[in-house]
């Protein structure tokens, strides 16, 4: 089945860790984002890439990281830089970047909690 | 640069209800809109978009919105809310990327 595949579902870091959250989709699709869902603020963008081998950051990259070095493929790093990292953490895709009103099509999330 | 204003953050309505989630945004050209619903700890799933053409846009679960451009706005409706309604749904707009609302959490009660 075509879709956008996230793993863990939950992870449990430790303060000072660095974790990766992965995420890989078989849509083909050529942009791939990175939100993070906190209660009551919506979505926010960490990062984003419209091509393999470069993306951008978003509206709130720092403590994060990503690499791009395959289509089907976009890993978030959440480093122990990140002072809030607890929140759930959406992967999404799309056949071309949003301007063209192409639609994002998301994953089922993960669940990042620092113990 | 665009955005989008959610207009109340929880609504709640009884089961054969009509359902309005409100959306307005700002965007300096033609917008694309969109609703998104979320189930608890689930992604978020397209229930509708609009790119250009008929402002009456319908989507899944009979859920339908109206671009109006004189009032930017594009509100969800729904005639008859039933219990599986219930969940959060999310307006978003995309000029160079795709910027989303707050989030409305509809309650269906029995």
């Known amino acids: 089945d075509g879709g956008i595949t996230q793993s863990p579902k939950y992870l449990f870091r430790k303060e000072g860790q660095n974790v990766t959250l992965s995420c890989e989709q078989n849509?083909?699709?050529?942009?791939m984002y990175w939100y993070r869902q906190d209660p009551g603020q919506g979505l926010r963008l960490i990062y984003y890439s419209q091509i393999v081998n470069d993306f951008q950051k978003g509206d709130i990259a720092e403590g994060y990281s990503v690499s791009r070095e395959k289509k089907e493929s976009f890993p978030l790093t959440v480093t122990s830089a990140q002072k809030n990292p607890t929140a759930f953490y959406l992967c999404?895709?799309?056949?071309?970047?949003?301007?063209?009103?192409?639609?994002?099509?998301f994953g089922e999330g993960s669940w990042l909690t620092v113990v | 640069a665009q955005s989008v204003t959610q207009l109340g953050s929880h609504v709640s309505v009884s089961e054969g209800a009509l359902v309005l989630l409100r959306c307005n945004y700002s965007?300096?050209?033609?917008?694309?809109l969109f609703w998104y619903v979320q189930y608890p700890n689930q992604g978020l799933q397209l229930l509708l978009k609009?790119?250009?053409?008929?402002?009456l846009v319908k989507g899944i679960n009979g859920f339908e919105a109206e671009f109006k451009k004189s009032e930017t706005s594009f509100h969800l409706t729904k005639p008859s809310a039933h219990m599986s309604d219930a969940a959060e749904y999310f307006c978003a707009v995309s000029e160079n990327d795709m910027r989303f609302g707050a989030g409305t959490r509809l309650t269906v009660k029995p």
């Open positions: 965007s300096s050209v033609p917008p694309y």
């Open positions: 609009y790119t250009t053409g008929a402002t």
């Open positions: 849509l083909n699709h050529d942009a």
């Open positions: 999404a895709s799309s056949l071309r970047d949003p301007s063209s009103g192409n639609t994002i099509y």
